[in-house]
């Protein structure tokens, strides 16, 4: 009936590039990102298996060194290829792999609510994973477990944990009760913008401190404009500042310019000039359906400036120019009391999505146990 296979990129890319899940963590663009991160990259998915022929050629994984406990990254290699490309693609997914575990961010992209497909991909997913010697998978479903206003009460329900147990198995919930894991956040900040038209009605929608905080910057004093490769360092000063206000370890300047590298054109890199003086900057990712507002900074003597507030009303109002009807300010702590970063985004008025968090499967316990002690070794 269905067929786990290894594919190709222009497979992969068409399947993932028009699929209602489609995401900037399960693109080609990502598995570039990654592998300058220097993790090892895979894309798999699974077809429908309407052809006579063999469902697919059998795992074989070889290594270099047959040493468990020595086996690097660039050692594994895995065969488990189609033998047939006439069958549709229903599911795909970018695997990356770095010290002997896996991961799947925002993937894989299938219709979850097939439970049998679902059920054959992660099946079929762990035993592609042991093929290639990985002590573990973790996996973050693209899915909303339920909507939540500002103040934490629950507005829509559309998993529930067993549901997710049967949906999900064989893989097991990581607690993560406030969403603190860096890798993806859980609780992500939603603009719906679909019942405004103008920047007006989009103004008069905030909270009315928000409002006017907004207001005090729209004058010519204020301007916008997208950082080159070689204006980065802008940026990443204004990144600093804001995380050693909130005392966070944040990301380097190679790290941002993996990013501009490999999204290209999916990406914008923005700075928010007062008279010519950089006061504030953000990072922002183009997708299909919205667009994301994910890493920014504030200088901090310049906080009264109100930068932030500036880019957040001009980037919505783009996207009401555009087309664009949701807007993601991305992550927030699980926290509804004394969580000043969801009461900055709760100030532009919108709704929480919890996602269902991390998945795990241990594949070899032992290897798993030997990585995660090697990793705080070294």
Not at 54 to 64: D, K, L, M, N, V
Request: proline share 4%; hydrophobic share 40%.
């Amino acid at each position: 009936m269905y067929r786990f296979i290894e594919l190709t990129k222009p497979e992969f890319a068409s399947f993932a590039q028009f699929h209602s899940l489609a995401n900037w963590n399960q693109n080609l663009a990502a598995q570039s990102f990654r592998e300058a991160q220097g993790y090892r990259t895979y894309l798999v998915g699974v077809k429908a298996n309407y052809t006579a022929a063999p469902s697919a050629t059998p795992i074989r994984a070889t290594f270099a060194n047959s040493n468990i406990n020595t086996i690097n990254d660039s050692e594994l290699t895995c065969n488990y290829r189609s033998l047939d490309d006439s069958d549709p693609l229903l599911a795909a997914g970018l695997i990356q792999v770095r010290n002997g575990n896996g991961l799947i961010i925002q993937g894989p992209l299938l219709d979850f609510s097939d439970r049998g497909l679902t059920n054959y991909f992660f099946q079929q997913l762990i035993d592609f994973c042991n093929g290639l010697r990985l002590s573990s998978i973790d996996v973050f479903p693209p899915l909303v477990q339920r909507t939540l206003t500002a103040k934490g009460d629950i507005t829509q329900q559309f998993w529930d944990l067993d549901e997710l147990l049967s949906l999900l198995s064989p893989l097991e919930p990581v607690s993560d009760p406030l969403g603190l894991d860096p890798r993806l956040p859980r609780f992500n900040f939603i603009k719906d913008l679909s019942k405004l038209t103008d920047c007006n009605q989009l103004l008069a929608s905030f909270r009315q401190t928000t409002r006017q905080s907004v207001r005090k910057t729209l004058n010519d004093h204020y301007a916008i404009r997208a950082l080159g490769l070689d204006e980065l360092s802008l940026l990443q000063s204004l990144l600093d500042d804001s995380n050693t206000k909130n005392h966070i370890q944040g990301r380097d300047l190679d790290y941002l310019r993996r990013l501009f590298l490999s999204y290209s054109n999916d990406i914008d890199f923005l700075l928010v000039e007062h008279d010519q003086t950089p006061i504030s900057g953000a990072i922002f990712v183009k997708e299909f359906r919205q667009l994301i507002y994910f890493l920014s900074g504030t200088a901090t003597p310049y906080r009264s400036l109100m930068g932030a507030h500036h880019l957040q009303f001009k980037m919505m109002e783009r996207c009401l120019t555009n087309g664009v009807m949701r807007y993601n300010m991305l992550g927030v702590e699980g926290r509804f009391d004394h969580n000043p970063l969801l009461d900055f985004k709760a100030g532009f008025r919108g709704y929480l999505e919890e996602g269902v968090g991390c998945w795990r499967k241990i594949i070899h316990k032992n290897r798993y146990v030997w990585h995660k002690l090697k990793n705080r070794l070294w």
